[in-house]
């Protein structure tokens, strides 16, 4: 085996050390951005439950649908049609099934 090989210890399957190097620092920023969008993601969904708490105790609806429609259309329009189905998600995690 030659120096320049990474074993398969390394678990970044590159071929050249400096290879893996890179790719362990970017798995490293990935895992960091991937915890920020879970915190993210369980503050909006406390926000948007207690959103959907208040509207309800002053005698509003449950729903709201044209700001459902509005952050389906602001999720479709940055990441195309995938988006619709990260906004479904995350509408989901805030409110519950319908």
């Given at each position: 085996?030659?120096?320049?090989?990474?074993?398969?210890?390394?678990?970044?399957?590159?071929?050249?050390?400096?290879?893996?190097?890179?790719?362990?620092?970017?798995?490293?920023?990935i895992d960091e951005i991937d915890q920020a969008i879970i915190d993210l993601?369980?503050?909006r969904a406390r926000l948007s439950q207690q959103v959907g708490r208040t509207r309800m105790a002053s005698g509003g609806t449950r729903l709201v649908l044209s700001r459902e429609q509005a952050i389906f259309e602001r999720f479709r329009s940055a990441l195309g049609a995938d988006g619709i189905q990260v906004a479904q998600m995350i509408l989901r995690a805030g409110r519950g099934p319908l």
């Open positions: 085996m030659s120096a320049d090989v990474v074993p398969d210890t390394e678990n970044t399957g590159a071929g050249e050390v400096l290879a893996a190097h890179e790719i362990k620092a970017m798995r490293e920023r993601w369980l503050e």
